[in-house]
Structure formats: structure tokens, C-alpha cells
């Protein structure tokens, strides 16, 4: 299944879009309805803040008399953290069931107003965001809540910041406009994101990719669209490999002011590709199933030799994405390091590789021939790239 977190500010519209969401057919998983059942009459959630905070916050029916409690934790930082300890694990846990129940082919989406805070992104297989002028949620706050347009701003203020929402976002619906925008934004992203993706998934494809040559200017946003992957794949590893795995964004999309194909490439480094092949379901599960075929690096400065990898991509239709597993130490592991720390670091390679992609391009019109005239040009690059190393010391980035 796949599995997709939703968050948003407070008079964001979170909830529309879930609703939206659940119309369509997902699976919606309210965090903060599962926070107020695992603590309703007579669970043992109850029974455990009852135990800790004291039978004052019981109320005379039975229920947790929620505004006591907020007396008790309300600026008290370790109350709220022994509140938390207790209603935390048991939302994950029902989460856990209620996904484990749901069809093997559901789109389960866990709507969580903390998802940022509580550092969950990397668990899911897409975050969705959704996002508003902080005017456009005051006039909402106020509007549908009873909320003065000051104590709208407060609960907006308590939350975290935009931008770090916006950061752990793979897709930003913009919910300034009215509801038909919103609901076709979502309808979109269901029939030509969601659905794929869930599909693929299922059945360990990588999606459809696409063989057209098209360079694009360098994009800021590839960092973090890296940084995002790079996590979800430590999360999915770390059970196996027992911490985080070495996994690096390399390619020309690591590389600052450097135009490229709209692709992320990542390495992941194993000891032996054994090991790869043991981590290979994992890395499907988690939405980077491998691809057909066998494949191999040229390892430059080596004439004629050539070194085994794997190869994963992306179940994602909305993302592109070549992971590359390399045995640490093998050439072509060396060399993606070097030729993308090389080119960050002088920038006169860079542009001289950035002129040449554009020419390639316009002579090029088909990928095989824009990939075969490369050749000589990494030629080159080897060569130049192994000079600076030398000059300058640099030797393979390399985890604890």
C-alpha cells in the first residue's frame, strides 16, 4: 500500500483536502481522533494519565476531562512529555493496525498536524502539505472558529514554521482560492500521482521513464528533493543495516548552477553486492523497486574495465530518480564523488560541462546520441578531476 502523511497550519485546510481525499477512496488515518481514542473510557491510555496526572483529570462521566488535564501540562515541559510517552505509542500502534487492515491496494493517508514536529516525513512514501497565507487561515480561524484575528495568530505562531513544512513537502497544494480549486488540485494529484504510484508500488515497477532529452536550468529545489529521499531510504535500511546507511546525492543535479536532466541521482554504498541484493525488496517497499538488466560502470582512467552495480528507480511518477548501489571503493563509486566534488569546486569545469551539454543537446536530439557523445568529454573530466584530487588532497567522502 502506499502510504502518504498530510499535514498543514492550523486554517490551512488540511481536513477539506482529506475529506477530498477519502471521496476519492483513501484510506484517512485522523491522528487526532486516534489521540482522543486511545485515552477514551476505559482503555488503558485512560487508566495510564489518570495514574499519572491524578483522578482530577477524570471527569464525573467517565471520560478524561481534557480541559483539567490541559491545566496540568499547559507550560509544565515534562508533564507534557509524560503525557506524550503515554498517548504517543498508542497512536502508532492503532495507526499500525488500522493500516495493516486496510486493502493491499489502498492509498492510506495519515493526517497528522504534527507530521514536521514529530519528525515523521520519512516514514511515508509522499508528504503532502497544505498551504495558505497566514492572512487568508486568520480570516478562516476567525471565521469558522470564533477565534479574534490575535488569538488566530497565536495558534499560527505556536505551529511550526512554513518553510519547514514547505521542506518536507513532496507536493504543496495551495489552498488560497476557494474549495472547486482545491478539490481540482487534489483530484490531480490522485489520478496522475497517487494512483500510479500506488500502483507501481504494488507490483515493484519503477514508473514510465521518460526517454526524451530535455536539460533543464540547475533547480534549488533538487537539494532538498535528495535530502527528502535520502532519508526515506535511511529509514527503510535502518532495520537491516542497524544505522544509517552511506547514501549520497551525486550527478549533475548535486551540483550547484549546473543544468541537467530533471533526474536525481543517488549512490548508495555496500560493502559487497550481495548485500545489495539483499537490501533490494527493501528499497521497493519503499518505492525505489531495481531495474531490469545488468549494470556496470565504466571505470574512467581504466581503459577497457568495468565494474557491477545495481541499479533502483522511482515507483514515484512525480519524481525521477536513479539510485545507484556501488561497492564502497570500486571505481565507479570513487569516480561519481570526484567528478560531482570537482565540479562544485571549480566552477570553470562546471561551465565548461554546462556549455557542452547545451551543444550536445542541440545536436542530439535522441538520448543514445547525446549519451555517446559524453564519452569523450568524461574522458577529460577524468583526467582533470584525478589532477585536482591530487593537487588538492581530496580523498572519497567516507561515513563513521
Do not use: C
Not at 42 to 57: I, M, Q
Not at 105 to 119: F, M, S
Not at 183 to 207: C, F, G, I, M, S
Not at 340 to 353: G, S
Amino acid at each position: 500500500m502506499l502510504r502518504v502523511g498530510l499535514t498543514g497550519g492550523i486554517g490551512a485546510g488540511k481536513s477539506a483536502v482529506a475529506q477530498r481525499l477519502h471521496e476519492l477512496g483513501a484510506v484517512i488515518l485522523d491522528a487526532d481522533k486516534l489521540a482522543r481514542d486511545v485515552v477514551a473510557a476505559g482503555t488503558d491510555g485512560l487508566a495510564a494519565v489518570v495514574a499519572a496526572f491524578g483522578p482530577e483529570v477524570l471527569g464525573v462521566d467517565g471520560e478524561l476531562d481534557r480541559p483539567a488535564l490541559g491545566a496540568r501540562v499547559f507550560g509544565d515541559e515534562p508533564a507534557r512529555r509524560r503525557l506524550e510517552s503515554i498517548i504517543h505509542p498508542r497512536v502508532r500502534a492503532r495507526t499500525a493496525e488500522l493500516a495493516a487492515a486496510a486493502p493491499a491496494d489502498a492509498i492510506v493517508v495519515n493526517d497528522v498536524p504534527l507530521l514536521v514536529e514529530t519528525g515523521l516525513a520519512p516514514t511515508f512514501h509522499l508528504v503532502i502539505v497544505v498551504d495558505a497565507a497566514p492572512e487568508v487561515r486568520i480570516a478562516r480561524l476567525v471565521g469558522s472558529r470564533g477565534m479574534t484575528a490575535e488569538q488566530a495568530a497565536v495558534r499560527i505562531a505556536a505551529q511550526a514554521d512554513d518553510a519547514d513544512r514547505r521542506a518536507a513537502a513532496d507536493v504543496v497544494i495551495d489552498n488560497n482560492g476557494g474549495l472547486d480549486e482545491l478539490t481540482a488540485q487534489v483530484d490531480e494529484l490522485w489520478r496522475a500521482r497517487l494512483r500510479p504510484y500506488e500502483r507501481n508500488l504494488r507490483l515493484r515497477k519503477h514508473a514510465p521513464f521518460d526517454a526524451s532529452l530535455r536539460i533543464v536550468a540547475s533547480d534549488p529545489a533538487w537539494r532538498g528533493q535528495a535530502a527528502r529521499l535520502i532519508a526515506r531510504i535511511n529509514q527503510a535500511l535502518r532495520p537491516q543495516l542497524g544505522g544509517d546507511a552511506d547514501v549520497s546525492h551525486i550527478g549533475s543535479t548535486a551540483v550547484p548552477g549546473l543544468p541537467a536532466k530533471d533526474l536525481i541521482d543517488l549512490m548508495l554504498a555496500v560493502p559487497t553486492l550481495e548485500l545489495a541484493d539483499k537490501l533490494a525488496d527493501t528499497l521497493a517497499g519503499a518505492g525505489l523497486p531495481p531495474r531490469d538488466g545488468e549494470w556496470f560502470d565504466n571505470a574512467w582512467g581504466i581503459p577497457g574495465k568495468t565494474w557491477p552495480k545495481r541499479l533502483h528507480g522511482s515507483a514515484d511518477p512525480g519524481r525521477s530518480v536513479n539510485l545507484h548501489v556501488r561497492v564502497t571503493g570500486s571505481p565507479g563509486w570513487r569516480f561519481a564523488l570526484l567528478m560531482r566534488d570537482h565540479l562544485r569546486a571549480v566552477p570553470e569545469a562546471r561551465d565548461e560541462y554546462a556549455a557542452a551539454k547545451a551543444r550536445w543537446a542541440e545536436i542530439h536530439g535522441d538520448p543514445e546520441g547525446y549519451a555517446a557523445a559524453k564519452e569523450p568529454w568524461f574522458d577529460a573530466e577524468a583526467t582533470a578531476a584525478h589532477e585536482w584530487a591530487e593537487a588538492t588532497g581530496w580523498q572519497p567522502p567516507t561515513r563513521p
